[in-house]
């Protein structure tokens, strides 16, 4: 099965502080994705990946930085958090070919004040 | 501009009839399409897909329908159950050749309630 963890479930930060927000995959997939989740508005590409040092930015990339040196981890930063960042986080992989389905990790809820 | 539309926010049925969920597309280039579902704090997992080279893929409960020239598809779920309550994300993708590679467009999601 695929696998897909995020380094924290909860995370409260206060607004100016930087943050980091990891992904790990253990299947070997290229494409990585962030997106985050809020009530009303669906899920929201912020930054995908097709492979290592290669980053794409989505639809809302403002406010948000990637890092991807190694294939199996994507990380997303928010240089200087903002209250207008609490939100549900979701990374998601996939594979290059042959499937265009995306697994997603169970979510980060950052709550900044 | 909203190119996969889930126009109702929410959706209760009772427990036994079936459930219907509705996504409505706008981008032509748009060839195979997936359905998710999620549960509070956890995140979406795969329910169903269809290509555009069908109009109906069934497993199980689950049945997605596909109208390519009205651009709309649906999701069936026979017989629903109090455990099919969740939020139902529609996601279209171009699989075929493009620039999208592997990305999906998410619709806003449709919270389903199944009342026992």
């Known amino acids: 099965d695929v696998k897909v963890t995020q380094s924290s479930r909860y995370l409260v930060k206060r607004t100016g502080e930087k943050v980091f927000l990891e992904c790990v995959q253990d299947?070997?997939?290229?494409?990585m994705f962030w997106y985050r989740q809020d009530p009303g508005l669906g899920l929201r590409l912020i930054y995908f990946?097709?492979?290592?040092?290669?980053?794409e930015k989505g639809d809302i990339p403002e406010g948000y930085s990637v890092s991807r040196e190694k294939k199996e981890r994507f990380s997303l930063i928010l240089e200087s958090a903002s209250t207008n960042q609490t939100s549900m986080y979701l990374c998601?992989?996939?594979?290059?070919?042959?499937?265009?389905?995306?697994?997603f990790g169970p979510g980060t809820r950052l709550t900044v004040l | 501009d909203q190119q996969v539309k889930q126009n109702s926010p929410s959706l209760s049925v009772q427990e036994g009839r079936i459930s219907i969920l509705n996504c409505d597309y706008t981008?032509?280039?748009?060839?195979?399409f997936l359905w998710y579902k999620k549960y509070p704090a956890e995140g979406p997992t795969f329910l169903i897909s269809?290509?555009?080279?069908?109009d109906k893929n069934e497993d199980g409960r689950f049945t997605v329908f596909l109208n390519k020239s009205a651009k709309h598809l649906s999701l069936h779920i026979v017989p629903s159950q109090p455990g099919d309550s969740a939020v139902y994300f529609c996601?279209?993708?171009?699989?075929?050749?493009?620039?999208?590679?592997?990305?999906?467009?998410f619709g806003k999601g449709t919270k389903l309630s199944v009342k026992p």
């Open positions: 998601a992989s996939s594979p290059w070919l042959g499937s265009n389905e995306q697994f």
């Open positions: 299947m070997d997939h290229e494409n």
């Open positions: 990946s097709y492979d290592v040092k290669m980053k």
């Open positions: 981008n032509s280039m748009f060839d195979y």
């Open positions: 269809i290509s555009s080279i069908k």
């Open positions: 996601a279209a993708t171009q699989a075929s050749g493009g620039g999208s590679q592997g990305n999906l467009i």
